[in-house]
């Protein structure tokens, strides 16, 4: 069985050659991860020799939309779908506001939508929102013990009446992996679409939103060792249905629908180094086949490289009483992003892990209302620990110590 060289994974990421980043563990991947290489270095070739308007008929222009395409295009291929399913935004939050204002306009008196209170904001507030406008905001709540969400809760809420179901992939805070399949199916049989908060997901492989099936999938590059960019899958056919979110000329190309202002052309040009990356580690592993092939054998590498370092962590934590471990502890259910309440605030405890050398985060991180849900002072906080494929088993181990430490 093929498993992941993290030498290899690691030579692909300046900062861990960084001299001032040396002897630095870094967790606090959920808020942003390192970038990558190839990333950097699209960036630096677009910002010396294609900082131009691009799509014109000079050579700089020509090239600089060619790269922009380039990334769209391959992204889509390895996300398993269309091209024109796929656009950039500033951010995520951003991208979802764009989308809830198409919804508030599409939508009927007496619509409903349904929303979790297991999501970061990006994916809550822009569509509760909407209740001001006069719609019906159901909310889908969690076991305020586990922070689960149980499917069979949300048929409860499901009727004729409901337009859209938005619900993360996996919380930024709880960790838990979300059956996005079975889901997806539940809303659609009710006649509802189906909108996934993927950006505490994507950076541990990118999923295959075509085989997945929902309606709506967004992530964010800059936590998936890319630029700060928002990326935003919209399936054709709805798509199609929802009114034109930009200037009036661009309303019959999807990918530009719902991008009011222009996108940075750099950043999008340089998301190309994404899949540069991700076909660089397929090619390293012998992992060959169509885009999304190698993407599917990648995400799998990565999952078996994380849950491997996660397992000993959880079961390190497991045993504290004086810790609060926030979702599963089974490494396979769950993404390594961890949250801990502890007797003290979550940002006091990261700022005494830096003097060990460990990059972590504490407070709430947009996620006020999980956290309130499972009976945690958002003002509080929890210390969040997270991590990627590149970290290494020596770097866990190194915050096992410094946990047993500060605890």
Known sequence: MVTLDNDFVRAQFPAFAEPSLDGQAFFENAGGSYTCAPVIARLERYYRSRKVQPYGPYEASRLAGEEMDEARQRLAAMLGIGT???????STSANTYVLAQAFRQWMEPGDAIIVTNQDHEANSGPWRRLAEAGFDVREWKVD???????????????DERVRLVCFPHCSNVVGAVNPVVEITAVAHAAGAFVCVDGVSYAPHGLPEVGRMGPDIYLFSAYKTYGPHQGIMVIRRELARLLPNQAHHFNGDVLYKRFTPAGPDHAQVAACAGIADYIDALAAHHGITGSPTERNRGVHDLMRAHEVALLQPLLDHLKERNSVR???????????????LALDRPGAEAAAVLAAHGIMAG???FYAQRPLGAMGIDPGHGVLRLSF??????????????????IL
């Open 325 to 339: 471990l926030l979702g599963p502890g089974d490494a396979a259910a769950r993404a390594p992003t961890v949250a």
């Open 84 to 90: 024109d399913e796929l656009s950039f935004g500033p």
């Open 388 to 405: 990627v494929h590149y970290t290494s088993a020596d770097e866990v181990a190194r915050l096992m110590v410094a946990l047993d430490d």
């Open 144 to 158: 305020p013990e586990s922070g689960l969400l149980d499917p069979a809760d949300l048929e409860n809420l499901l």
């Open 362 to 364: 504490g407070g709430d």
